[in-house]
C-alpha cells in the first residue's frame, strides 16, 4: 500500500532537457532545453505538430530513452533507466491475441511477479468502468478499436501507477470512439488522481482532459506556452460546448499559426 503522498501521483521534474538522434552523420536534434514541472495528481497534456518530440520527451521520462543532457526525475529520484512503477499506454494497444481482455489486464501483474487473483475484483471493476464489464471473456479479435484500447488503458492503471504516460492513445480511433475514449478516460482519472502525461496532436483534445496543455514548437521541439486550463470538471457537454473552452482552443491554435503550423 503506497503512503499519502503517492496516493495522488508521483511528482516529475524535467530540467534542461534535450535530445539528439544521430545516425552516421545525420544528427536530429529531437528537443531542446525543455523545462517542466508536474505536480503530483495533475494531468497535463503535451500538444504540438507532428515531429516536436512528444513522444522523445514521453520516452525519456519513463526511462526507456535516455537524454542527451539535462535531468528528469520522478517522484524525487533520478530516472537513470526504466520506470517499473509506472503504467504507460501507446497509440497501439498491443494486446496479446491468445489471451482474452481480463487476462489481457492481468498479465500486467504476473510480469510484475505479483498475485493476478489478488487484483482480478478490480480488474472487473475497472473493465466495468470503461465499459467492457461484458466482454471479459472476448478475445481481442471480437474487438472493435475503442474496445481493445480501453482494454489496453485498464492494463496500463491496474496496479494503481503513481504516474500514468499515454502516448497519442486515441490516435487511430475514430471521432465518435475518440470522445468516448475522452470521457472514459476523465472519469478513470477523478477516480485515482494518478499523475498523467498525455501526448496528443489534438487541441480540442488537450484542453478537454488537461488541467494544463503544455504548447510545443515545431523541431527541435520546445515549450512554446504552458496554458493553465481552468475549467470545471468533469468535462461534459456544456464545458465543451462554452465560450472559455473555446478561447483555450484558440489561444493554442493561435501559438501554432504564429509558428506556420498551421496556414489559412
Known amino acids: 500500500m503506497r503512503n499519502e503522498i503517492d496516493k495522488v501521483g508521483s511528482s516529475v521534474d524535467i530540467a534542461g532537457v534535450a535530445h539528439v538522434f544521430q545516425r552516421g552523420d545525420m544528427v536530429t536534434h529531437a528537443i531542446e532545453h525543455v523545462d517542466l514541472t508536474i505536480a503530483a495528481g495533475e494531468f497535463v497534456a503535451i500538444v504540438g505538430p507532428s515531429g516536436c518530440g512528444k513522444s522523445t520527451l514521453l520516452r525519456i521520462v519513463a526511462g526507456l530513452l535516455r537524454n542527451s543532457s539535462g535531468n528528469v526525475k520522478v517522484a524525487g529520484r533520478d530516472v537513470t533507466g526504466p520506470q517499473t512503477e509506472i503504467g504507460i499506454v501507446f497509440q497501439a494497444p498491443v494486446l496479446l491475441d491468445w489471451r482474452n481482455v481480463l487476462d489481457n489486464v492481468l498479465v500486467q501483474l504476473e510480469l510484475?511477479?505479483?498475485?493476478?487473483?489478488?487484483?482480478?475484483?478490480?480488474?472487473?471493476?475497472?473493465?466495468?468502468?470503461?465499459?467492457?464489464?461484458?466482454?471479459?471473456?472476448?478475445?481481442?479479435?471480437?474487438?472493435?478499436?475503442?474496445?481493445?484500447?480501453?482494454?489496453?488503458?485498464?492494463?496500463?492503471?491496474?496496479?494503481?501507477?503513481?504516474?500514468?504516460?499515454?502516448?497519442?492513445?486515441?490516435?487511430?480511433?475514430?471521432?465518435?470512439?475518440?470522445?468516448?475514449?475522452?470521457?472514459?478516460?476523465?472519469?478513470?482519472?477523478?477516480?485515482?488522481?494518478?499523475?498523467?502525461?498525455?501526448?496528443?496532436?489534438?487541441?480540442?483534445?488537450?484542453?478537454?482532459?488537461?488541467?494544463?496543455?503544455?504548447?510545443?514548437?515545431?523541431?527541435?521541439?520546445?515549450?512554446?506556452?504552458?496554458?493553465?486550463?481552468?475549467?470545471?470538471?468533469?468535462?461534459?457537454?456544456?464545458?465543451?460546448?462554452?465560450?472559455?473552452?473555446?478561447?483555450?482552443?484558440?489561444?493554442?491554435?493561435?501559438?501554432?499559426?504564429?509558428?506556420?503550423?498551421?496556414?489559412?
Request: aromatic share 6%; charged share 30%.
Open 112 to 264: 510484475r511477479g505479483l498475485d493476478p487473483a489478488k487484483y482480478r475484483d478490480e480488474a472487473l471493476r475497472l473493465l466495468g468502468k470503461v465499459g467492457l464489464g461484458d466482454f471479459t471473456d472476448r478475445m481481442p479479435r471480437e474487438l472493435s478499436g475503442g474496445m481493445r484500447q480501453r482494454c489496453a488503458i485498464v492494463r496500463g492503471l491496474i496496479h494503481d501507477p503513481p504516474l500514468l504516460l499515454m502516448d497519442e492513445p486515441f490516435g487511430a480511433l475514430d471521432a465518435l470512439t475518440r470522445e468516448q475514449m475522452r470521457i472514459d478516460l476523465e472519469k478513470l482519472w477523478l477516480d485515482r488522481r494518478h499523475t498523467t502525461l498525455f501526448v496528443t496532436h489534438g487541441i480540442s483534445e488537450a484542453v478537454a482532459l488537461a488541467d494544463r496543455v503544455i504548447v510545443m514548437t515545431p523541431r527541435p521541439g520546445k515549450i512554446d506556452r504552458i496554458i493553465d486550463i481552468d475549467l470545471p470538471r468533469p468535462r461534459n457537454k456544456e464545458v465543451i460546448a462554452s465560450a472559455k473552452f473555446s478561447e483555450y482552443c484558440e489561444e493554442i491554435t493561435e501559438c501554432f499559426m504564429r509558428r506556420g503550423v498551421i496556414q489559412y
